[in-house]
């Protein structure tokens, strides 16, 4: 039941605290802190974290920048923001993009309303008072009539099991826990164990500081190098005139980007044509070669192979030492096996003396002494540890602390046996539940999801409190149809058979002990907001769980 305080304030939940908690002040949550305003809702957001940006915030790694262009790598809901703010590169760095969410927070008054170091230890559903209560770890509790997760999706840091990890007397360092103020590597012998996105990144940021660099690479990743141009006034003022447009193209394209669709298969062209249209989309850098070639890197396997062999060559091109060179030679499997990352230098940077590709697939690392890493009768003496090794994905963060459902079901057990959800939006057993990139939301460019995603949950939430509906909860049909079309829609890309043989995290695969399964939606985000607003147009059936479609039938 909603009701309003004396002090015209908005409506909120009798007997709560807040009508909404929000967990997790990055993109995804500013904009849910937005948008439930926007319906009225009292919501605090909270975050373990000591500054506003969550993944931006913490990935502060030296090289850290998006992968993505910045005119589709922001929100488009609010005009201040958007006539206000100037990016300066193609491809911000980790700092911009961490200024600009704070620029969001104080622009649109959100800071008030967001408490910082506060860890939330667990949250557990009362179905009889139909609240939430978020449990920290100070002890302390607060409850909201609706609890939504905007934790990240990539959030939950992995270091791998490798023996002796933790005799190291050196500095170790994660990617993904960087200190705050920086890491002095001058003179140094560093290594890194990790090459994926991350890795790719720091890699050739910090070369030119170390004294010797051992990068030990497992698998290699396809990357697609790139310029990163400065951003001058003109430009600025052309992407805000395009700006509703722009987000437009990036919310109906598969990868949530605005970029060209590519109309031919790699296969229906001559040889010629192929090496002109690949070489092209090479020099346009980053996801323009992926999603802008051809129609069927994606899926077909003769044709991502052929994508393969073209990004092979430019490594051979690029790094001198033909060893390294067919060393950083991804062949176990196939363009779009792993998530394509956007390189800026990072093939060239071994062409450096003070590198040293150490190839640790057939000769893996025996382990991690004090003094450095072993690899068969080989100890590398290093001064600096760095790992760059990646996430427990989508789940990672929902499972690491106890979300407890209604009967007591605990979120980690019901996807233990398989991720269940409603569109990655809502889950069976989890009432008025609502998770920002949920897994199996779509594999994407992710400010333009979240957005969409923050707008749907308060259209969602709005419909419920005006129609009188208690409860918003994925139906158990629900969840099997997503969960088929899910795995149906993985299945039809290339992504499921070279991402098993890759490991991918998209697979889950890169985490020991988890099932395979895709972890995100690879039927493309166009399609999926088509499925987000066909529920929408049915009155959110699909959300209401069978014991109330029959109480909100008549509304
Ligand atoms: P990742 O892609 O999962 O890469 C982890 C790396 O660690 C892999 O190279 C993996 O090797 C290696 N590794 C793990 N355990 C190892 C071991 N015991 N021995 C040797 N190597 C080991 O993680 P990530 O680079 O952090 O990227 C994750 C995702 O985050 C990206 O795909 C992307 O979606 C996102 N991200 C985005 C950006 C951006 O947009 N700018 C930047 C960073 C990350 P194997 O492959 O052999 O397992």
């Known amino acids: 039941m909603s009701t309003s305080d004396n002090n015209g304030r908005p409506p909120y939940t009798a007997g709560t605290d807040y009508d909404s908690i929000i967990i997790g002040a990055g993109f995804s949550g500013l904009a849910l802190l937005h948008h439930l305003r926007g319906i009225g809702q009292r919501s605090l957001v909270v975050d373990a974290l000591d500054g506003i940006g969550g993944t931006w915030w913490v990935n502060n790694y030296p090289g850290v920048r998006t992968d993505s262009e910045f005119q589709y790598y922001s929100f488009s809901f609010s005009k201040e923001v958007r006539d206000e703010w100037n990016w300066t590169e193609r491809y911000p760095s980790g700092a911009e993009v961490r200024e600009y969410l704070n620029f969001v927070a104080d622009r649109l008054d959100l800071r008030k309303d967001i408490r910082l170091n506060t860890r939330v230890a667990g949250a557990r559903y009362d179905d009889a008072a139909n609240v939430w209560t978020v449990q920290f770890e100070d002890g302390t509790a607060l409850t909201a009539k609706y609890l939504i997760s905007g934790m990240g999706v990539l959030s939950q840091p992995i270091w791998p099991s490798i023996p002796g990890i933790e005799s190291f007397k050196g500095e170790k360092y994660h990617t993904a826990r960087w200190p705050r103020e920086g890491v002095a590597l001058e003179g140094k012998r560093v290594g890194i164990i990790g090459l994926g996105a991350s890795g790719i990144q720091i890699v050739p940021t910090i070369a030119p500081q170390c004294e010797e660099f051992f990068v030990f690479q497992r698998t290699p990743n396809f990357i697609v190098e790139t310029t990163n141009d400065k951003v001058d006034g003109a430009r600025m003022a052309e992407v805000r005139r395009d700006y509703d447009e722009i987000f437009a193209r990036a919310a109906a394209h598969p990868f949530g980007v605005d970029m060209a669709y590519a109309e031919k298969s790699a296969l229906d062209v001559t040889v010629e044509e192929r090496d002109r249209i690949f070489e092209s989309k090479w020099n346009e850098g980053g996801f323009h070669f992926a999603n802008e070639c051809f129609n069927d890197l994606a899926t077909n396997h003769e044709s991502s192979e052929l994508a393969s062999e073209f990004i092979r060559k430019k490594i051979r091109e690029i790094v001198k030492d033909p060893v390294t060179a067919e060393a950083l030679c991804p062949n176990d499997y196939s363009f779009n096996g792993k998530r394509v990352p956007t390189g800026h230098g990072y093939y060239a940077t071994f062409n450096r003396e003070n590198v040293h590709l150490v190839d640790v697939k057939a000769n893996q690392i025996t382990e991690i002494t004090e003094r450095g890493v072993t690899v068969g009768d080989t100890e590398y003496e290093l001064d600096v540890l760095i790992f760059a090794t990646g996430f427990d ?135 999926y907001q088509q499925f987000c607003r066909e529920a929408e147009d049915t009155g959110y059936a699909s959300f209401l769980a069978p014991a109330l479609a029959v109480e909100t039938a008549a509304v």
Request: glycine share 12%; no cysteine; proline share 5%.
């Open 393 to 527: 994905a989508m789940t990672g963060t929902l499972t690491f602390i106890d979300i407890v459902g209604r009967d007591g079901l605990v979120l980690r057990d019901k996807w233990a046996r398989g991720i269940r959800s409603n569109l990655g939006i809502s889950v069976n057993g989890f009432p008025n539940f609502f998770m920002s990139l949920g897994p199996t939301t779509p594999y994407s460019n992710l400010p333009v999801p979240i957005q969409l995603g923050a707008q749907w949950i308060a259209r969602a939430i709005a419909f419920a409190e005006k129609n009188g509906i208690e409860r918003l909860e994925a139906t158990p049909e629900s969840e099997e149809w997503w969960a088929a079309e899910v795995e149906r829609a993985g299945r039809a890309t290339v992504m499921y058979s070279e991402g098993l043989k890759a490991k991918a995290w998209f697979m889950g695969e890169n985490v020991q002990g988890k099932p395979a399964e895709f972890q995100v939606y690879m039927g493309g985000g166009g399609v």
